[in-house]
């Protein structure tokens, strides 16, 4: 069974940044890649970007492309999603989620490719 879990939420002002932490058992062992989705209010859960751990080959969504980026530390079992320029928004619960494949450009923002979630953690970004 993998575990999740996110860190690094809190309340950021508009413009500003924050990162985003994630914490996960056997990264590269017992799966593949690490996504980072969100989820505001009301609305569905968004794929952003996810990360392979084998040649570290990421993807992003066109909102946060040229401001997120996301990395990886297999040493560290974690994975990061540095956020910049963020906006109103953009606020929402964001989660990672891991996946025993590799991810990419025509599955990662899929919350039914992903076998294993956190619990996520609340960013509000607001002045």
């Known amino acids: 069974q993998v575990q999740l879990v996110e860190s690094g939420g809190g309340l950021v002002q508009p413009g500003g940044s924050l990162t985003l932490s994630c914490a996960a058992s056997?990264?590269?062992?017992?799966?593949?890649?690490i996504g980072w989705f969100r989820q505001a209010p009301g609305k569905e859960r968004e794929g952003v970007s996810c990360?392979?751990?084998?040649?570290?080959?990421?993807y992003y969504s066109d909102s946060v492309k040229g401001r997120f980026t996301i990395t990886s530390d297999n040493a560290e079992n974690a994975a990061y999603l540095q956020m910049n320029s963020l906006k109103h928004e953009e606020t929402a619960m964001y989660y990672c989620?891991?996946?025993?494949?590799?991810?990419?450009?025509?599955?990662?923002?899929?919350?039914?490719?992903?076998?294993?979630w956190g619990q996520g953690t609340q960013v509000t970004v607001s002045s």
């Open positions: 990360i392979n751990s084998d040649y570290g080959s990421t």
């Open positions: 989620a891991a996946r025993t494949g590799p991810c990419s450009s025509g599955n990662y923002y899929s919350v039914l490719a992903y076998d294993y």
């Open positions: 056997r990264f590269g062992l017992d799966y593949s890649a």
